[in-house]
């Protein structure tokens, strides 16, 4: 659950964050990113929360009483994905943007042109200019593109949140059946501020084709290739083994043998 949000909400900023970096106009304007946190944030957290416990959790060492709620693992774990998530994100805007592709994702090209691509990404510093800018159909299919792989990217992830180490394919889709009606409502959610005439045009969204979706599959696949690679990776160091496990067992096999030779002199 922590993790989860966390990790979007760090894409988020990471994502806002190389646009400033790199003086470019941002990839969402307010209104998306308030409708991102709506849709893809709240339902699948809520139906983290009712996730059934993983099935090795009594086979686990205690957890030190003293550490906090993030461990060096954890944090290492919520900062790739989080990166992970803005950078692909950050790319497909940038390549929608810099290139005709931006044109090419949206249905209605009506008012769109090869030209407008190049110099509507960059900060003027003139509110009124970025403005007329910002309103271009290349601009709003590009942004409209990056917003459609963050938000899938995002509910994408509540699936692979649900276990730290543990592969996706293991924990299954259907053990929560609350995360798979709240991750498809997140989803409706998505395509009706998307497709809707008038919503989309208040969210500052355009609809987007068939191209655009090969793009978000494309997205979603890595990301579920990159998540097992860490958690391949995790399991490899021994994630969730404590290492005086061993010495705990140890330590409990020689007071029971104490306990024994005192009965046997007692008797």
Avoid at 42 to 63: K, Q
Avoid at 225 to 232: A, D
Avoid at 260 to 265: C, L, N, P, Y
């Amino acid at each position: 659950f922590i993790l989860y949000l966390l990790s979007c909400n760090s894409a988020e900023i990471f994502l806002f964050l190389f646009a400033a970096v790199l003086n470019l106009d941002f990839p969402f304007t307010t209104i998306m990113i308030l409708w991102a946190n709506i849709i893809a944030d709240i339902p699948p957290a809520l139906s983290l929360g009712l996730d059934p416990p993983e099935r090795n959790i009594m086979n686990r060492p205690p957890r030190n009483p003293k550490s906090g709620v993030l461990t060096r693992s954890t944090t290492l774990v919520l900062v790739l994905q989080a990166l992970f998530m803005s950078v692909v994100t950050f790319g497909v805007f940038l390549a929608a943007v810099l290139t005709p592709f931006g044109n090419t994702v949206l249905i209605n090209k009506e008012g769109t042109s090869p030209d407008t691509y190049v110099p509507s990404i960059f900060h003027q510093g003139n509110p009124e200019t970025n403005a007329n800018e910002n309103m271009s159909p290349h601009i709003a299919g590009a942004r409209s593109l990056a917003f459609g792989v963050l938000t899938v990217l995002q509910l994408n992830q509540a699936f692979l949140s649900r276990s730290i180490d543990v592969s996706v394919f293991k924990t299954g889709l259907r053990a929560n059946k609350w995360m798979v009606g709240c991750v498809l409502l997140s989803f409706g959610c998505y395509i009706i501020g998307v497709y809707v005439p008038k919503l989309n045009n208040w969210l500052e969204l355009v609809p987007i084709g068939w191209q655009a979706w090969l793009v978000i599959l494309g997205a979603v696949i890595l990301q579920v290739v990159f998540s097992e690679l860490m958690k391949l990776c995790l399991r490899k160091i021994g994630f969730n083994k404590s290492p005086g496990a061993g010495n705990h067992h140890h330590h409990r096999q020689e007071r029971g043998v104490r306990d024994s030779e005192q009965e046997a002199e007692t008797v």
